[in-house]
């Protein structure tokens, strides 16, 4: 299975993009799906997360700004990030996650102006 980001790109803060992680392969419905950001020099850390039933958990940096949701038919996962701010500068990664399986994309960068 490979897990392909986009939807990245150059954005004045205050806007908004919508990444999209999309898997070639069959994952399972089960599985938890994983955004993570990392800035220059900073570690990766966590952004959100949604499981296999559908709960979703955030970041307190982008709580009531991002939305992470999936398609299970489409094997495909997005993040719906808006009020762009310049600290959500990063490169951005998902990572989908179930028993005995673990996948990574290749990441994708936002880049957001002042």
């Known amino acids: 299975v490979q897990l392909v980001e986009s939807g990245g790109g150059l954005v004045q803060a205050g806007g908004s993009l919508r990444l999209s992680c999309a898997a070639s392969?069959?994952?399972?419905?089960?599985?938890?799906m994983v955004w993570y950001r990392q800035a220059p020099g900073n570690q990766r850390e966590l952004v959100a997360v949604?499981?296999?039933?559908?709960?979703?958990n955030y970041a307190d940096s982008v709580k009531g700004r991002f939305t992470i949701s999936r398609n299970n038919a489409k094997n495909t996962m997005y993040l719906q990030m808006n009020s762009l701010k310049p600290e959500d500068t990063a490169v951005y990664y998902c990572?989908?996650?179930?028993?005995?399986?673990?996948?990574w994309g290749q990441g994708t960068q936002v880049t957001v102006s002042s």
């Open positions: 990572h989908v996650y179930g028993l005995f399986r673990s996948y």
């Open positions: 392969g069959s994952i399972f419905s089960s599985d938890a």
């Open positions: 949604i499981s296999g039933g559908g709960s979703t």
